[in-house]
Structure formats: structure tokens, C-alpha cells
């Protein structure tokens, strides 16, 4: 389950959901359905259910931001990467207290305290869950992680046996009885993504094993966090690769790339952009910034054509509001040929359904433009496009829009 990039862009684009095509109702993408947030900053015994659009709302402190600080740690803990890459540059010296560990957690015998947390997918193997618990002080490792199928069938499980080793055991449920595994497995990430490397998947209980691994590790990594800086979008960028980043500051590169590769993508969003900014609207495009001969020639900018004797309306003189609007709607109308993230290319893109991250999605935006991006999330869900976790101040636009919108999963942290 590599991510390796495919030779150019043009057939990643051409996504057949992106065009409303419906990828046919017997095919179920892995998803992440609830996260379960035993021990983590300030939240303890929280399930939070996740829908295909799904908007947290909540007063200040209640932990909005905590449980996406959750999904997109669990994310990033499934790309691979190390305990130290997704948590350790939150901890400001070597020994002090991790801002993760509940303020409350007193620690053992040994002086270790930890924090832990997981979460429900679905998908073709069945409903699953799956939890891992870390030791953040003194220093971080992981403890444990649990693979189960409903009903408390665990089908893997990894437990620091000796604190001396760094590193892990691990063993798997076969024909009813737990096996080790004989090499061990590091305690500075998650074994999970691991394992494809150390089972041959040559007997059934292998392929059923390696199935369910590969839908969490699926949907963990199907994730894209996005918060739009409007203050970096206003900058011309270098024309590359034409692939969004989280902060979308290359949004000019972008769009150069989706009205040159899919005319059909290019257009909906088009229509979108119409509905979301103020005056006419007839075409969203890139154009270059720069003169011949500079070192940055290279360089494009977004442009608004208005129509008519109109001139253009370079990006970086809208609002912010329109600013975020435009690049949200781009973000939910495209997918992971043209996103910055970890993509499993070699499952079907049928298979896999991006979940967007959106904390505070309506910083900015007025209820028209909410509402737009609420009812685009909407649509693309309903085609397996995308899902979108989002959250939103109490009594805010989007958790107004959520509240009157059907099909989406509203959660008030303030009841």
C-alpha cells in the first residue's frame, strides 16, 4: 500500500466521480465512521459519530479543534509517518509535559504518562475498530494498538512487552488462538501500515487479516486538512505540478492545471465560484505574472473574467471571505490527483472516498456562501466523492446551514 505518484496528471483528474458518474452503490469506500477519544487533551471517553458530512459546533474550549487535531494525528499515524513528526514538535523541550496527556493523568510507578485514542471504519471488510495508546512521558512510544472486529473480535494487538527494548510484540488471531509474530515491530510508529511487510496473505486467515489492515490504513489515509490563508493566495506561485496544498496559497497553479486537464471539473467549479462571488462571473483561469526574462517569468496569478467590455479581476483583490470560498469549493469538486496528500493508488478510485478536514470552515464567509459550500459537500457525498468534517462556532453560518440541512450529521459540544 505505497504512494507512489503516477506518471503525470491528466488520468488522475478524470475521476469518474468528479463528473457525477455514480461509482455504483454495491461498491463501499473505506471510511472512518466515529472517532473514539479515550484519554486526549481535554476530551476523555468521547465518541464522536462521523456522517458523510459531518459539522461540529460548540462554544470556545469544548474541543472542536481537539477532535480534528485527532483524525488528522490518526491520519498521519496510518501515512506511516513517526510518534515524533505528528506529536513531538507540540512538545517544547525533551521531558516536559505533552500538551496531549489529560492535565488530570497522574502517572504510574515508572513515571509514564500517555494518552489514547481510535476509531470505527467501514468499508468491505465490515465494520472495524481500531485503538492505539502512546506513552508521552518520558518520552514517546507507542504502547499498544488494537485491531477488532465487531463484536470484540481482535484480530491484531501489539503491547510493549519489555520498556528496555524499543520496540514492540505483536500477535494475530488464527483459527482461534493468538499467534506472535516472530519479528517485532518499532515503537516509534504505528505497525499497522507495517504489516502488508510481514504477512505473506498465502491462507485465508492472511487474506482476511491483510484486508481489514488495508481498509484502515485506507481510510486513515485518505484524509486532506485544509484551511485556507487568503493571505498567501494573494502571492503569484511558480507554475509545477498543479497539486493544492493545505494552506491553498497555490490555487493560481492549480486552477492553470484543472482548466487545461478537465473541462468538465473546471466548469463546476466555475458555476460554484458564480454562486459565491459578487458580480458576474464568465471564466476562472491562471494567467502568467511576471516579465519575459525575470527570475520569475514562471510565476502565474488567478484571474475572474467578468464578460463584456469588463476587465479582469485578478484573485488577490477579492475579499477573504471569496478568497476561501473559492478555494473550499475547489478542494470539495476535486480529488487526490490534484490534492497534496497521501494517496493508495494502487486501490480503486472507487474505493476511496477523501475526507476533508475544514476547521472553522466558515471563518469569513457569509451565510450565502455557507450555505453553497454545505449543499457542494452535499452532492459530492452523495457520489462518493468526498466526506467533510468541518467545524464552526456556535450559532455560527454553518451550524445554522447544518441545522436546516438534511443529511448532514450536526454535533453540539455545547449540550
Known amino acids: ?15 469518474p466521480r468528479a463528473t457525477g458518474e455514480d461509482p455504483g452503490q454495491d461498491v463501499r469506500a473505506p471510511a472512518v465512521s466515529a472517532l473514539h477519544l479515550s484519554a486526549f487533551r481535554s476530551l476523555r471517553a468521547r465518541t464522536v459519530p462521523l456522517g458523510p458530512v459531518t459539522v461540529i459546533t460548540g462554544p470556545s474550549g469544548s474541543g472542536k479543534s481537539t477532535i480534528m487535531e485527532a483524525y488528522e494525528a490518526l491520519a498521519r499515524l496510518g501515512q506511516g509517518n513517526a510518534l515524533g513528526e505528528v506529536f513531538g514538535e507540540r512538545t517544547a523541550r525533551p521531558g516536559s509535559p505533552s500538551p496531549y496527556v489529560p492535565q488530570g493523568a497522574r502517572p504510574d510507578r515508572q513515571g509514564r504518562r500517555g494518552f489514547r485514542l481510535g476509531c470505527a471504519v467501514t468499508g468491505p471488510a465490515g465494520p472495524l475498530r481500531f485503538d492505539v495508546a502512546v506513552q508521552a512521558e518520558p518520552e514517546l512510544r507507542v504502547v499498544g494498538e488494537r ?14 512487552r519489555d520498556p528496555a527494548r524499543r520496540s514492540v510484540t505483536a500477535t494475530r488471531h488464527v483459527a482461534g488462538a493468538d499467534r506472535a509474530l516472530r519479528m517485532p515491530f518499532p515503537d516509534d510508529r504505528l505497525a499497522l501500515p507495517l504489516l502488508p511487510l510481514r504477512v505473506a496473505g498465502t491462507t485465508t486467515e492472511d487474506r482476511a487479516l491483510l484486508e481489514a489492515v488495508e481498509q484502515v490504513v485506507v481510510a486513515l489515509r485518505s484524509v486532506f486538512a485544509c484551511d485556507p490563508v487568503p493571505a498567501r493566495m494573494r502571492e503569484p506561485v511558480a507554475a509545477q505540478d498543479g497539486r493544492l496544498g493545505g494552506d491553498c496559497a497555490n490555487l493560481a497553479d492549480v486552477l492553470r492545471r484543472t482548466r487545461a486537464e478537465c473541462a468538465t471539473r473546471h466548469a463546476a467549479l466555475l458555476a460554484v465560484v458564480r454562486e459565491g462571488c459578487a458580480g458576474p462571473v464568465t471564466e476562472l483561469r491562471a494567467e502568467a ?4 526574462g525575470m527570475a520569475g517569468s514562471n510565476l502565474v496569478r488567478g484571474v475572474l473574467e467578468r464578460g463584456g467590455t469588463l476587465p479582469v479581476t485578478p484573485l488577490e483583490w477579492l475579499g477573504e471571505g471569496e478568497l476561501r470560498f473559492t478555494a473550499l469549493a475547489l478542494v470539495l469538486l476535486t480529488g487526490p490527483g490534484v490534492l497534496s496528500v497521501d494517496t493508495v493508488y494502487e486501490v480503486p478510485a472507487a474505493r476511496q472516498a477523501l475526507t476533508v478536514l475544514a476547521d472553522g470552515m466558515d471563518r469569513g464567509l457569509d451565510g450565502r456562501q455557507t450555505t453553497e459550500l454545505l449543499a457542494l459537500a452535499g452532492r459530492m457525498a452523495r457520489r462518493g466523492h468526498v466526506r467533510l468534517l468541518a467545524t464552526a462556532p456556535a450559532g455560527g453560518a454553518l451550524a ?12 453540539d459540544l455545547g449540550r
Do not use: F, K, N
Not at 147 to 160: I, K, M, N, Q, V
Not at 400 to 411: C, M
Open 1 to 15: 500500500m505505497g504512494a507512489s505518484q503516477p506518471a503525470g496528471g491528466a488520468a488522475t483528474l478524470e475521476d
Open 147 to 160: 485491531l477488532s472486529r465487531d463484536p470484540g473480535e481482535t484480530l491484531l494487538a501489539t503491547a510493549l
Open 289 to 292: 505574472a511576471g516579465s519575459a
Open 400 to 411: 445554522r446551514a447544518a441545522a436546516q440541512t438534511e443529511g448532514v450529521t450536526l454535533i
